[in-house]
């Protein structure tokens, strides 16, 4: 894997709309549990179409900041305390100084990027003492699904199987989301916690849509994975099926305190 490893979405509202339906309430659930008070300064690393940003902004309130980075920043609008930079976080530093955040998050990002052990760094350079780390990871687990036919129930399981291994095979980490929290208890961090969360997508749900977006997105890999054209088409109608459960994407969710 090298510098120029290539992100494997391309963002639009079909994929990070139910990304966002899915994980924001366990984030906003983490951020609720946080010390984070009026005028304190956040960084939302990877910020996608902006809801932990503008929850963020909320939560610091018109004295506080928030600084939103993305690669693409078409889905971020900056305004009022809202700052918004445009960074490959490949290869350009993070926008905030050594000591300056009180809560840094980053979510469904790190693991894509070759750099995620820097980048994480950087994070923890960019922290005050005593700020926060909130990030979040999707991590491999294997997938369980139902549909009325086997042969359907069986295709699910194939497709999401091969999801996840055409990321892995293209350098996303699905193990990085555990690797965390040691890493952070090697740096000094306190109150270390991590929730592994995976529920039951139900067809026409937030998390069925992603599968189906996902599975759009990589439809040219999923193919030489083996599955075929009328594979990913039936996959597609599935993930509208109100008769259908998946085991969703597991998602590791960790908050941990830089030490004073
Ligand atoms: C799966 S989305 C997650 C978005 C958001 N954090 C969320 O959870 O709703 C991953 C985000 O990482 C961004 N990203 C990918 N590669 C990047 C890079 N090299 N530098 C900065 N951002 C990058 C993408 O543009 C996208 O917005």
């Known amino acids: ?47 996608g179409a902006g809801s932990i940003a503008r929850h963020l902004r909320d939560l610091v309130g018109p004295t506080g900041k928030v600084t939103a980075v993305d690669i693409d920043t078409r889905w971020l609008d900056p305004g009022g305390v809202l700052e918004v930079h445009q960074r490959d976080l490949r290869t350009q530093p993070l926008p905030a100084g050594s000591g300056s955040i009180d809560v840094a998050a980053a979510r469904c990002v790190l693991e894509h990027l070759p750099n995620r052990h820097a980048l994480l760094n950087q994070m923890i350079t960019a922290l005050r003492p005593g700020g926060w780390l909130v990030l979040g990871e999707i991590v491999y687990a294997p997938v369980v699904a139902h549909a009325p036919r086997s042969a359907d129930t069986d295709l699910i399981i194939h497709v999401v199987h091969a999801i996840l291994d055409v990321l892995s095979a293209h ?7 555990d690797k965390i929290p040691g890493i952070l208890l090697g740096n000094g961090f306190e109150q270390v916690r991590t929730r592994w969360v995976a529920e039951t997508w139900t067809g026409g749900s937030p998390g069925c849509r992603l599968f189906a977006d996902n599975a759009h997105q990589l439809h040219h890999k999923l193919l030489r994975e083996g599955l075929s054209h009328q594979d990913l088409d039936r996959f597609a109608e599935l993930m509208t099926d109100p008769a259908v459960l998946v085991r969703g994407y597991q998602f590791a969710s960790i908050t941990a305190r830089k030490p004073h």
């Open 1 to 47: 894997m090298t510098a120029t490893h290539r992100y494997q979405f391309r963002n639009h509202l079909d994929q990070l709309g139910p990304l966002q339906e899915t994980l924001d309430p366990i984030t906003h659930t983490e951020l609720a549990d946080l010390d984070i008070t009026a005028g304190q300064t956040a960084l939302d690393v990877g910020a």
């Open 171 to 177: 350098g996303v980490d699905l193990h990085w989301g």
